[in-house]
């Protein structure tokens, strides 16, 4: 097998075992979870996203990676861990945690699309050797953080509509 096709077979099962294991133990968990410590829980996961600027060191990835890829994946893996971060630090004020908590999610996503973009743009599987240590991010750590960033969103809404229904039934003459 070709390092591309190799490449490609690990990116979508990377998702298989996370998935497996979302299922079964941390998204019953989540689910029963306080809103607010469900969302630290997962906020702290994407706080280590600061992690992606190892996309731009020399010497750690290769020098034939594609500076557009290298460069979008890691600022925007770094955004997305500075406002998990400032999401944690700013729990007591609820008036700016969620919205953080909103912002982290969508700016994640949205790099993680386009890196995905990216990826297949400049045929990153041909490329992957120029990952280097650097190879595992999109392999095992991009899908946990994919299934976090809905989970985090599905857990906002769901909430938000049951605190709706509660507000509803209450605003009801008895």
């Given at each position: 097998?070709?390092?591309?096709?190799?490449?490609?077979?690990?990116?979508?099962?990377?998702?298989?075992?996370?998935?497996?294991?979302?299922?079964?133990?941390?998204?019953?968990?989540?689910?029963?979870?306080?809103?607010?410590?469900?969302?630290?829980?997962?906020?702290?996961?994407?706080?280590?996203?600061?992690?992606?600027?190892?996309?731009?060191?020399?010497?750690?990835?290769?020098?034939?990676?594609?500076?557009?890829?290298?460069?979008?994946?890691?600022?925007?893996?770094?955004?997305?861990?500075?406002?998990?971060?400032?999401?944690?630090?700013?729990?007591?004020?609820?008036?700016?945690?969620?919205?953080?908590?909103?912002?982290?999610?969508?700016?994640?996503?949205?790099?993680?699309?386009?890196?995905?973009?990216?990826?297949?743009?400049?045929?990153?599987?041909?490329?992957?050797?120029?990952?280097?240590?650097?190879?595992?991010?999109?392999?095992?750590?991009?899908p946990l953080l994919?299934?976090?960033?809905?989970?985090?969103?599905?857990?906002?809404?769901h909430n938000r509509?049951?605190?709706?229904?509660?507000?509803?039934?209450?605003?009801?003459?008895s």
């Amino acid at each position: 097998m070709s390092p591309a096709t190799i490449f490609s077979i690990h990116l979508v099962l990377g998702y298989v075992p996370w998935l497996l294991c979302f299922s079964a133990y941390f998204w019953p968990r989540l689910r029963t979870m306080e809103p607010v410590e469900a969302q630290r829980a997962i906020a702290v996961l994407h706080g280590f996203r600061f992690f992606g600027l190892v996309f731009i060191v020399p010497g750690v990835v290769g020098s034939a990676l594609p500076a557009e890829f290298a460069t979008f994946a890691a600022y925007g893996d770094f955004a997305t861990g500075i406002l998990a971060i400032l999401a944690l630090l700013t729990i007591r004020l609820p008036a700016v945690f969620w919205p953080l908590v909103i912002g982290y999610n969508l700016v994640g996503i949205v790099d993680i699309l386009v890196d995905y973009y990216h990826g297949a743009r400049f045929d990153l599987p041909s490329l992957s050797g120029q990952l280097g240590a650097a190879y595992m991010i999109p392999i095992i750590y991009v899908p946990l953080l994919m299934l976090t960033h809905f989970a985090s969103l599905y857990l906002f809404l769901h909430n938000r509509h049951k605190k709706d229904r509660i507000l509803e039934s209450e605003a009801l003459p008895s």
